[in-house]
């Protein structure tokens, strides 16, 4: 029942503190700052697990055994190709749409090659969950592969995903660095609860909706600036700022003029967000081998974050979040800027697939209130008498 106080509708503005569902996935933990999936930290995963088992540990709520390990990086893998119709839409695509909405696109056409799209068993959409994790980073790379004028490359079925993401991107194995950040960068942003995106999947799956739809949704949903696309603008303030010396003017002018500093706050985090510890960290130990536009951006961010930190962090609860530190980071792995959002799509397609397949379970369509403020029986006028 909706909550009514004294015949008036309480609204929780963008559903703050509302609970939607229980779901034993993900814990938020907000206060201590801390996350875990599936009860694993997010620290002791990103330390000592990869996105195989991080995808089998979401979907089926448990560490795989070795053969069950075995058997889900085969199943990834089998599935990397992508249909020549979907490679066609990312060259139609790349140059005139975004590379999140040429991933949106096309990950809505896979439902197209997908003999079991309209097959709602669970058995059926832990299939489709394999194939569009799988398939969502092929997507990805070779949006990256053709933007950087190259054409698409026929996956390594023998290697790991995020090594085969790395060879469809840039048609040549990563470098160890490369794929240590990358499988870190997968992991960690492989599942977050019912933030924008994952709500945005479960609303479209709890019409029964397909798969494919309800992650399309939440791909959509993830684009925004105030969500997954944080990353990629935190890095365009870092080069506007440009000179290291210019950071503390610019965030004191962004503060004063009320606009705000993307990478940081988070709705639930108010103490400092696990990730974007995990990746600051990684950021502090590439600076041996640095290269000058590295090094540049890692003083800004630092010198960035002690200032919001200093003003904001204890007073505000505002703390750098998960995209503050990633544009640093990828640039370190030789990630261009547009496919940053589309990378944390392709991770997080493990997160709304396991939150989808588990809501199903136990589906209810979402419907809230709205408290209307218009009018009502307002008489029509003919439109020659307006
Ligand atoms: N910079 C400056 N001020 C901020 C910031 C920020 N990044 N974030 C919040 N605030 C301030 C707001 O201006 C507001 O101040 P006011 O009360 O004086 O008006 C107050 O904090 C509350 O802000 P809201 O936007 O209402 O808080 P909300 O809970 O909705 O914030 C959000 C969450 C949307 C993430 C917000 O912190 C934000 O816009 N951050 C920047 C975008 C960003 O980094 N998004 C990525 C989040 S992580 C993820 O989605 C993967």
């Not at 929780?12 to 201590?32: A, F, H, R």
Request: glycine letters at 8%.
């Amino acid at each position: 029942m909706a909550d009514v106080v004294a015949g008036s509708p309480q609204i929780s503005s963008g559903l703050e503190g509302v609970y939607i569902t229980e779901s034993s996935i993900s814990k938020v933990d907000g206060t201590q700052g801390r996350l875990y999936y599936r009860g694993y930290s997010i620290d002791v995963l990103a330390k000592n697990s990869n996105f195989e088992e991080v995808v089998f540990l979401l979907l089926y709520g448990k560490l795989p055994t070795a053969d069950e390990l075995s058997e889900i990086t085969k199943q990834l893998a089998d599935a990397r190709d992508l249909p020549d119709g979907v490679i066609s839409i990312i060259k139609e695509q790349v140059g005139k749409a975004d590379p999140m909405d040429i991933l949106r696109t096309a990950t809505s056409a896979l439902s197209a090659y997908d003999s079991e799209t309209a097959d709602m068993s669970k058995e059926a959409n832990m299939r489709k969950a394999i194939r569009i994790i799988s398939k969502a980073s092929s997507i990805v790379a070779t949006t990256g592969r053709i933007m950087a004028g190259g054409s698409y490359v026929t996956p390594d079925k023998s290697i790991g995903h995020v090594a085969n993401f790395m060879y469809m991107l840039n048609n040549k194995m990563p470098d160890k660095l490369q794929l240590d950040i990358m499988r870190d960068m997968f992991i960690i942003h492989a599942e977050h609860s019912s933030n924008a995106s994952t709500f945005g999947t479960m609303v479209a799956g709890s019409t029964l909706a397909d798969l494919y739809a309800a992650v399309t949704a939440g791909i959509a949903v993830l684009k925004g600036p105030l969500h997954g696309g944080a990353d990629e603008a935190a890095l365009k303030m870092m080069k506007q700022i440009g000179d290291p010396q210019n950071t503390e003017k610019y965030i004191e002018s962004a503060l004063a003029g009320k606009q705000k500093v993307m990478g940081f706050g988070h709705r639930v985090y108010k103490a400092y967000d696990p990730r974007a510890r995990i990746i600051k960290e990684y950021l502090i130990s590439l600076q041996a081998d640095a290269s000058p536009e590295l090094r540049n951006y890692t003083e800004i961010a630092l010198r960035a974050e002690k200032m919001m930190v200093d003003k904001l962090g204890q007073s505000h609860g505002i703390w750098p979040n998960v995209d503050f530190f990633a544009g640093p980071v990828y640039t370190a792995a030789g990630i261009p800027l547009e496919i940053f959002t589309p990378i944390f799509a392709a991770s997080r397609t493990a997160g709304w697939c396991a939150h989808m397949i588990e809501y199903w379970q136990n589906n209810r369509l979402f419907r809230p209130l709205e408290k209307y403020t218009g009018q009502i029986d307002l008489q029509y006028v003919p439109l020659d008498k307006r």
